[in-house]
């Protein structure tokens, strides 16, 4: 079957780094995204890779290696605004977005 | 910016009530999707659609239909709502062989059975 694979839940401290990893067993790769949900919110997209390497936009990174099945979410210089759950979701070879249950992220001062 | 809106928030039920729900996106996207979020679960796939009056079935579509009438909206129907199916509610839309068939998502509809 399809598996996504990530930690339910991560503490952070404002201004730190914190690592969010997935791992994914699917049927095909078309790529790998990252969406940002604050409670109550809808997902909104982060970040999408397709080839193995480190894609950086700001504060935020996404890393990708294919031959792992494995995908990490770096967030740098973390602020209070950045506490929400991340979702890591999978595009299948029907290009289908196959979807982890998503890891809530919780900023401390 | 692209706007998926969704005819309401909150939404409260009595078994075997008929239940629409509706979403509406003004960017012109081809693709519109339905999906449903539990807690501890990830987004699960209701039903697409690739065009108007065209659905597909997505991984849990049982006691759902859904109506695509027209391009820019997409309803979810529950023809006899149970208490199993509260939860929460997502429509997304995205391009036809757009850039990474990136989805955007509506508020969402948190929905109760009672």
């Not at chain 1, 809808?42 to 936009?57: I, Q």
């Not at chain 1, 209070?80 to 401390?108: E, P, R």
């Not at chain 2, 998926?4 to 729900?21: I, N």
Request: proline share 3%; with cysteine; glycine share 8%.
């Amino acid at each position: 079957g399809q598996n996504i694979d990530q930690p339910t839940e991560m503490t952070a401290t404002e201004g730190a780094i914190v690592q969010i990893n997935c791992t994914y067993q699917t049927s095909g790769f078309n790529g790998l995204f990252w969406y940002q949900q604050h409670a109550g919110e809808a997902p909104t997209f982060l970040s999408y890779n397709v080839l193995d390497g480190l894609e950086e936009k700001g504060r935020f990174s996404s890393f990708l290696s294919r031959s792992k099945g494995y995908s990490y979410l770096l967030l740098k210089e973390l602020q209070m605004k950045d506490s929400a759950s991340y979702l890591c979701a999978v595009m299948d070879s029907n290009y289908q977005l196959i979807w982890g249950a998503g890891t809530k992220l919780i900023i401390k001062p | 910016d692209v706007k998926v809106t969704q005819s309401s928030r909150y939404l409260v039920k009595r078994t075997g009530e008929k239940v629409f729900l509706e979403c509406v996106q003004d960017m012109d996207h081809e693709n519109m999707f339905w999906y449903r979020q539990d807690p501890g679960l990830g987004l699960r796939l209701i039903y697409f659609s690739y065009d108007v009056k065209m659905k597909e079935k997505g991984d849990i579509p049982e006691g759902y239909s859904v109506s695509r009438e027209k391009k820019e909206r997409f309803s979810l129907i529950l023809e006899s709502a149970s208490t199993n199916q509260t939860s929460m509610y997502l429509c997304a839309s995205s391009l036809r062989g757009g850039r990474l068939n990136e989805q955007y998502f509506g508020p969402g509809t948190r929905l109760t059975v009672t």
